[in-house]
């Protein structure tokens, strides 16, 4: 054989191979990708989520930023306060998905502080998150944690944070972020 015939015959091998580099039409592997890559398969391409998406500040429902308990019959009365539990910090993440809906985490920080009146011990701080587009309501959780004050202080924190809310793409570019103590705030 002369080199010009195994030139052509090279380069038909080539072209031949070249041909075969794609997937098989069953999803399968061709016979170049095969030999390309030792027979292992690759695992396809994860579109990766945004970081840089709508993702509007954390409001405090109109009646629920506090909860305070008076002595019986005293109600408003700051000498018979003898507790009060208040939000005292908001904090949200959203991360847009390849589907185009959002994900979105809510974090509330709360202050119990004992009153004249107050003692050392637990207290309940009821959460209400609810995500909202208009009077449309995506999600509505409610959480509970406990603030424990020990004997001789007079406040404690504690901090709930809800997250795998999904908004809708419809929806995500909309949508508000409000949360309440007590489940108190007015909804939808």
């Given at each position: 054989?002369g080199?010009?015939?195994?030139l052509?015959?090279a380069?038909l091998g080539?072209s031949v191979?070249a041909g075969c ?8 592997m061709?016979?170049?990708e095969m030999?390309?890559t ?9 579109a990766?989520p945004?970081?840089?998406?709508y993702?509007?500040?954390v409001n405090?429902?109109?009646?629920g930023?506090a ?6 019959g005293?109600?408003?009365e ?8 208040s939000?005292?910090?908001l904090a949200r993440?959203?991360?847009?998905q ?10 509330v ?9 107050g003692?050392a011990?637990r207290y309940?701080v009821p959460v209400q998150?609810v ?5 449309t309501?995506?999600?509505s959780?409610?959480?509970g ?9 007079t406040q404690?924190?504690v901090?709930v944070v809800?997250?795998?809310?999904v908004v809708?793409?419809?929806?995500a570019?909309?949508?508000?972020i409000?949360v309440?103590l007590g489940?108190?705030g007015?909804?939808g």
């Amino acid at each position: 054989m002369g080199a010009k015939a195994g030139l052509a015959l090279a380069v038909l091998g080539v072209s031949v191979l070249a041909g075969c580099a794609g997937s098989g039409e069953s999803g399968g592997m061709g016979l170049g990708e095969m030999l390309l890559t030792g027979g292992a398969t690759q695992a396809p391409v994860q579109a990766r989520p945004m970081d840089d998406v709508y993702c509007p500040p954390v409001n405090i429902a109109e009646g629920g930023s506090a909860i305070q308990a008076y002595s019986a019959g005293r109600a408003g009365e700051s000498s018979a306060l003898r507790s009060q539990v208040s939000i005292s910090n908001l904090a949200r993440e959203c991360l847009g998905q390849p589907d185009g809906s959002t994900l979105v985490k809510v974090g509330v920080e709360a202050r119990a502080l004992l009153g004249v009146g107050g003692a050392a011990g637990r207290y309940n701080v009821p959460v209400q998150i609810v995500v909202k587009d208009g009077s449309t309501v995506i999600a509505s959780r409610s959480r509970g944690a406990v603030a424990a004050i020990p004997a001789g202080g007079t406040q404690a924190s504690v901090t709930v944070v809800e997250d795998n809310i999904v908004v809708p793409a419809a929806r995500a570019n909309t949508f508000e972020i409000e949360v309440a103590l007590g489940g108190r705030g007015r909804r939808g």
